[in-house]
């Protein structure tokens, strides 16, 4: 069966990064787009970034220049590299794939504050 399995969030100042990692497994990892999202307390799910099989890129608009996705097929791993955190950004982040239905990791904490 399908299963992302995140890790990498934590507590970080603002300005601080973090990387974030989705491991897969049960599927084609390489032959599948893969998306990050969010979702802070109190707010709807967002979509965050996604990278395709080729590893072409797209970003919400308000983390374009801030964060990157990337993968490594080898590793059947996608990545999040989060720099120049800010508050706003505390949220829970998950990993999708989307196969015959949406898949959703169990999510990862991320919590910018001084």
């Known amino acids: 069966q399908v299963q992302l399995v995140e890790s990498g969030g934590g507590l970080v100042q603002p300005g601080g990064s973090l990387r974030l990692s989705c491991a897969a497994s049960g599927f084609t990892f390489s032959a599948y787009a893969m998306r990050w999202y969010r979702q802070a307390p109190g707010k709807e799910r967002e979509w965050v970034a996604s990278i395709s099989t080729g590893g072409s890129t797209n970003y919400a608009d308000s983390m374009k220049g801030r964060f990157t996705i990337s993968r490594n097929n080898a590793r059947n791993t996608v990545y999040l590299q989060m720099n120049s955190l800010k508050p706003e950004d505390t949220a829970m982040y998950y990993c999708?794939?989307?196969?015959?239905?949406?898949?959703w990791g169990q999510g990862t904490q991320v919590t910018v504050s001084s």
């Open positions: 999708y794939v989307r196969i015959t239905s949406g898949n």
